[in-house]
């Protein structure tokens, strides 16, 4: 036996065993389920490397954690399930559905079978061919991988024995998109037509406000405030998942603390996703008025909706795309790559005239409700009246001046 002073508490004890002379390191780490000890043994030829072991095994543990007992069964697809469940509580329903997709589709089809503690790079990599194979945008793919990764990360913060090797596996590269800012004669033609529209303001506010779709089809005549001239976006149209798309009896997936509205069928109005999508925006002179006219024509809404169709109901998200494709085809514009320009390109042309019209970038991040592109740095206030001289020069340039 070694004859070497006491060991400090905690450091570990370290001895010869009798039998075969092989040296034996053990230090204690917690309770099991039970609440017996925990201890974790390690051996060596000499005393000297059973010393070293010990010390790197400790070092390890209070880096990284200790793995569960047990946890070197646990698949990938038993520990995906767990996580999905969990995550069903905490996630937006969009994002949840999405790792579902991942998840279900993809990442158990591939790996389900797969240890944890077992994964190798390669196996991270399988998942994106098998996604590349069955010809999935890169975009997608690169969306799931992010899922894996993070499924992967939390089974570390757990005590799962995840090697750490594989969550420095890259994704794919994004794609080169193709989207654009409307041309200003485009978007000039396309207000043009929305103009004989009785709620051609929908569009207006698109591309004058930037506002998102499901901020234009779930605002409420309440967020108006027509004397202090402003748009409170506080709410946006989304269409929520079944628990169960057989039995929609049992109502929808619904994580904790995310307020919502029901409103017709799966459609719910519900909070923007991030605090800088809460957001309040000015009402120009030239909306202001149209606003007002057509809040005199506009079909009555239950839920107080500021566009519904014509019975009153919330917009579908599908017919609004269509209506947004039949403006552009009797404008007779397009986008350069002989496509209809998406809805999303209105806000980028909104950001193109604020950035032309030389606005700071902190009031083009508070009218249009993005994070700040420096992450770091603090976000300022900017105040209504920043924001409406901003937008004056946006509705200048597409003619939208009372």
Request: charged letters at 25%.
């Amino acid at each position: 036996m070694s004859k070497d002073k006491p060991r400090d508490y905690g450091s570990g004890s370290v001895y010869q065993r009798k039998s075969d002379g092989r040296w034996i390191g053990t230090i204690e780490a917690g309770y099991t389920a039970t609440g017996a000890r925990r201890r974790v043994t390690v051996t060596a030829r000499t005393e000297a490397e059973v010393k070293r072991k010990l010390r790197d095994r400790r070092v390890k543990i209070e880096q990284d954690g200790l793995a569960l007992a047990g946890g070197t069964r646990v698949t990938v697809k038993t520990w995906a399930e767990k996580w999905l469940a969990r995550t069903e509580r905490t996630s937006r329903p969009m994002a949840y559905k999405g790792d579902r997709t991942a998840v279900t589709q993809w990442i158990v089809p591939t790996i389900g079978h797969k240890r944890l503690e077992s994964l190798t790079p390669e196996d991270i990599r399988s998942v994106t061919e098998f996604c590349r194979s069955k010809g999935l945008q890169t975009s997608s793919i690169k969306r799931y991988h992010g899922t894996l990764l993070r499924l992967l990360r939390t089974a570390i913060v757990d005590g799962y024995g995840v090697p750490s090797r594989v969550l420095a596996v890259d994704g794919p590269d994004a794609n080169k998109t193709d989207r654009a800012p409307l041309a200003l004669p485009h978007a000039l033609a396309v207000l043009a037509v929305a103009g004989q529209l009785p709620h051609g303001t929908r569009w207006a506010a698109a591309l004058l406000q930037g506002m998102r779709q499901g901020e234009c089809l779930g605002l409420t005549w309440e967020c108006i405030d027509f004397a202090r001239g402003t748009i409170a976006i506080s709410w946006q149209l989304q269409g929520l998942p079944y628990i169960d798309g057989r039995n929609k009896a049992l109502g929808f997936r619904v994580p904790d603390d995310h307020e919502s509205r029901h409103l017709l069928g799966a459609l719910h109005l519900v909070r923007p996703k991030s605090t800088k999508s809460h957001r309040l925006i000015p009402l120009l002179p030239w909306m202001r008025d149209a606003l007002l006219a057509w809040r005199e024509i506009a079909p009555a809404s239950r839920h107080g909706l500021v566009w519904p169709d014509v019975n009153g109901e919330p917009v579908r998200i599908e017919h609004d795309n269509e209506e947004w494709k039949a403006l552009q085809g009797t404008a007779e514009v397009g986008h350069s790559a002989g496509r209809y320009y998406y809805g999303h390109e209105m806000r980028n042309t909104t950001a193109t005239l604020l950035l032309e019209a030389g606005v700071d970038e902190s009031v083009r991040i508070a009218i249009l409700g993005h994070s700040s592109i420096n992450t770091t740095r603090v976000y300022e206030y900017v105040d209504v009246e920043q924001a409406r001289a901003a937008l004056t020069l946006v509705a200048a340039r597409l003619q939208l001046n009372s």
